[in-house]
T-cell receptor, first 116, second 113 residues
Framework: GAGVSQTPSNKVTEKGKYVELRCDPISGHTALYWYRQSLGQGPEFLIY????????DSGLPNDRFFAVRPEGSVSTLKIQRTERGDSAVYLC??????????????FGSGTRLTVV | KQEVTQIPAALSVPEGENLVLNCSFT??????LQWFRQDPGKGLTSLLLIQSSQREQTSGRLNASLDKSSGRSTLYIAASQPGDSATYLC????????????FGGGTRLMVKP
C-alpha cells in the first residue's frame, strides 16, 4: 500500500479482555516496529521485527504482550488480560532497510486503545 | 540508556514569529537524529533527518542542527504559521543496525493567527 495501515483506529475494551491490533506495513519494507505512546509522552519502543523474526522485543512490558509477523508483512500485536494502564496509542512503523544509510521510517496513524 | 529531553514541553506563539525547539540527549553514539511532526489522530511525519556526520539540514522554513559533542539539537521554524501547530518530536537512532528509535517527550506547538 501507499502507507502504513493500522486497524482498528480506535478500540475500547473491558479490563481483562484480549485484544489484537493489526499493522499492515508498506509493501517490501523488511523492518517493522511497534511503539506505545501514553498521553502527553513520546512513543516508547515495544518490539522490532526484521522479516518474520522478532529482532528485539526488549520493550515489551510483560508477558501479557506478544507480537507476530508470520509472513514477514502484516504484524499483529496481542494483549492478554488487558489492564487500564494499557490504555495508550499503539503506533506501528516500517522501514525499507534499517541497516542502510538513510534509515527512514514511515509511521501509521496508530490504534487508540482504551481499557475501561 | 539513551535519554532524550525536549524543551519546552509546550509553546504558544503568535503567527509570524521565528522559534526554536530544543532537544538534548545523553549518549552521543548515535547514527542519526530526526525531527518528526505529530498531528492529532494522524501518524508521525518525518521533517528532517541529520546523519551523525552532518551538522544541519534545511527544508523550506525549517532548519535543524546537530551538535553531538554537547548532545544537543535544535529545530528552527521561521515565520511560523497556524498550520505549523502540532507536536514536534526529536528522535534518535542508535549506531547498532536496525535498532529502535528513542523519542523525546515532544514539544506541543500552538501558533495563533
Amino acid at each position: 500500500g501507499a502507507g502504513v495501515s493500522q486497524t482498528p483506529s480506535n478500540k475500547v475494551t473491558e479490563k481483562g479482555k484480549y485484544v489484537e491490533l493489526r499493522c499492515d506495513p508498506i509493501s517490501g519494507h523488511t523492518a517493522l516496529y511497534w511503539y506505545r505512546q501514553s498521553l502527553g509522552q513520546g512513543p516508547e519502543f515495544l518490539i522490532y521485527f526484521q522479516g518474520t523474526g522478532a529482532a528485539d522485543d526488549s520493550g515489551l512490558p510483560n508477558d501479557r504482550f506478544f507480537a507476530v509477523r508470520p509472513e514477514g508483512s502484516v504484524s499483529t500485536l496481542k494483549i492478554q488480560r488487558t489492564e487500564r494502564g494499557d490504555s495508550a496509542v499503539y503506533l506501528c512503523a516500517s522501514s525499507p532497510d534499517p541497516t542502510g544509510t538513510e534509515r527512514t521510517y514511515t509511521f501509521g496513524s496508530g490504534t487508540r486503545l482504551t481499557v475501561v | 540508556k539513551q535519554e532524550v529531553t525536549q524543551i519546552p514541553a509546550a509553546l504558544s506563539v503568535p503567527e509570524g514569529e521565528n522559534l526554536v525547539l530544543n532537544c538534548s540527549f545523553t549518549d552521543s553514539a548515535i547514527y542519526n537524529l530526526q525531527w518528526f511532526r505529530q498531528d492529532p489522530g494522524k501518524g508521525l511525519t518525518s521533517l528532517l533527518l541529520i546523519q551523525s556526520s552532518q551538522r544541519e539540514q534545511t527544508s523550506g522554513r525549517l532548519n535543524a542542527s546537530l551538535d553531538k559533542s554537547s548532545g544537543r539539537s535544535t529545530l528552527y521554524i521561521a515565520a511560523s504559521q497556524p498550520g505549523d501547530s502540532a507536536t514536534y518530536l526529536c528522535v534518535l537512532t542508535k549506531r547498532e543496525a536496525g535498532n529502535m528509535l528513542t523519542f523525546g517527550g515532544g514539544t506541543r506547538l500552538m501558533v495563533k493567527p
